[in-house]
């Protein structure tokens, strides 16, 4: 083993005798973490209203392979309409909202299902019943858009935005916050202790030395 190798008792007896830093330090960063994210931070909620894309208008006609790949062809075309200022103005014109365009888009998640004639908006707000009516509002205005600019009437709501008093924020975590502030801290308080360890060495080398008596 070599010269300046650390052994297990080593390592051991160098936490044992600053054991007070490798739980302090802890402590405050988990608790810091833990007061912030349930006092200060405000919860962010998330609803989803689902859009189903056809390309025959006309009910009771069967659809072709032809018209599901039309249909897959539109989702993109629409998953842009949606996000545009036409359609959010007429939310805002709609549900009376204090918001500007990039503000509500700020708000929105447009995301095409993959191999499927669905479109799934995402709303975040820090209020789920606001965050309710805009996916739904959204839905309702995209739906009136196209069929005014592109005269189409090939969109339905699949499933509409619901509030669940019991739904949980998408964010703060707290728990989670509190986990990584408990790994953060630990690396830091290991950081410390062998600082610490590194000095105490160095100066009991130079008291050997006789340079001047040890008072460590």
């Given amino acids: 083993m070599r010269k300046n190798s650390i052994t297990f008792d080593e390592l051991f007896e160098i936490v044992r005798k600053r054991i007070w830093i490798v739980l302090l330090i802890p402590i405050i960063f988990v608790s810091v973490s833990g007061y912030v994210s349930y006092k200060y931070m ?12 056809i390309s025959k208008e006309k009910e009771g006609t069967e659809m072709t392979f032809n018209d599901i790949q039309t249909s897959l062809k539109l989702i993109d075309t629409y998953s842009i309409i949606i996000q545009n200022p036409g359609v959010l ?8 909202l204090n ?3 990039n503000q509500l888009n700020d708000k929105i998640i447009v995301n095409p299902i993959t191999n499927s004639q669905i479109i799934s908006i995402s709303v975040t707000d820090p209020d ?12 309702k ?6 069929s005014i600019v592109m005269n189409v009437h090939n969109v339905k ?22 986990a990584v502030a408990f790994v953060i801290s630990l690396f ?11 000095f105490r060495k ?11 008596p040890n008072t460590f």
């Fill in 202 to 212: 160095g100066k009991n080398k130079i008291n050997e030395a006789g340079q001047f």
């Fill in 42 to 53: 405000t919860p962010i909620y998330a609803v989803s209203t689902q859009l189903l894309v």
């Fill in 141 to 146: 205005a995209f739906i009136e858009e196209i």
């Fill in 89 to 96: 103005n007429r939310v805002i014109k709609n549900l009376n």
């Fill in 157 to 178: 709501i699949l499933t509409e935005a619901k509030a669940d008093k019991t739904m949980p924020p998408i964010s703060p975590k707290p728990l989670m916050n509190m």
């Fill in 128 to 139: 789920p019943e606001m965050a309710v009516k805009l996916a739904n509002g959204i839905a």
């Fill in 188 to 198: 830091i308080s290991t950081a410390i202790l062998f600082i610490l360890e590194f």
């Fill in 99 to 101: 918001l500007s365009a």
